[in-house]
Every structure is written in C-alpha cells, then in structure tokens.
C-alpha cells in the first residue's frame, strides 16, 4: 500500500519482541539433569520501546485508514452493490484509492518534515 513506509522492516522486529509467547523455544535446563532457574528476562531498552510503539501507532494508523477508504469509496462509487462490479465501479474505485492514498502521502511528508523542523529546534 505504501512503498515508500518502513511499516514491513519495523513489523519484522516487531515479532521479536511479541507479548504471546515466544516462537523460539530453548531450554535452559542444561544436559547436567539439575534444575535451575531460567535467566532473568532481558529489559528491552526506551529506544526499543519507543519503536514498538510507533509501529504500533503506525500499523493502527494503516488499518484506520484502510477502513476509511473502504467506506468512502464504496459509498461513493457503488450505488447498487451486487455480485460483480462494474467498468464504472472498477474505474471509480481504482480512481478514489488512488487519490486517498496520494493525500495520505502528502499529509505524512508535510506532517515528517514538519517533526524534523520541530526537533532541529529551528522555525
């Protein structure tokens, strides 16, 4: 949907730190037969948190906005909804996503250029 978003890197390393579980079972028992304890659970660090939480607002973000076009788009290009859609219905919808998607990308370049001035502390 997006080419040029770092949505589909940032999700990868996201499934490194998932909360359900882990996918990667190792045991720490060790061969000796002893039980011990497992080592304590590494602290992911702020940098880490601060970037699961943003691909975490960016990925309700997307889905926010994919149920938006969703709705405005069929409720402007489908008048009769039935089993197929038309060349109209075709054309109409290809031409509303497009358009959706180009002000979204023109809302989040001014919207990031607008961040960095603001951290570069200058107007």
Same mark, same amino acid.
């Given at each position: #949907?997006?080419? *040029?978003c770092? #949505?589909?890197?940032?999700?990868s390393?996201?499934? %490194?730190?998932?909360y359900g579980g882990s996918s990667s079972s190792s045991? !720490? &028992? &060790?061969?000796s037969g002893l039980s011990s304890s497992p080592p304590p659970p590494q602290k992911?660090?702020? @940098? +880490?948190?601060? %970037? +699961?939480?943003?691909?975490q607002i960016q990925m309700q973000? #997307?889905?926010?906005?994919?149920?938006k076009i969703q709705g405005t788009c069929f409720?402007?290009?489908i008048s009769k909804p039935g089993d197929s859609l &038309? *060349? !109209? @219905?075709?054309?109409? #919808? &290809? *031409?509303?996503?497009? %358009?959706y998607m180009e002000a979204f990308q023109l809302v989040a370049r001014v919207a990031q250029a607008h961040s960095q001035r603001a951290m570069g502390g200058g107007m």
């Open positions: #949907l997006c080419p *040029n770092p #949505l589909k890197a940032q999700v390393s996201m499934d %490194r730190y998932s045991s !720490y &028992g &060790g061969s992911p660090s702020s @940098e +880490q948190i601060k %970037r +699961q939480v943003a691909t973000q #997307l889905q926010e906005m994919i149920q409720d402007k290009c &038309g *060349n !109209y @219905e075709k054309k109409c #919808l &290809g *031409n509303c996503m497009d %358009r």
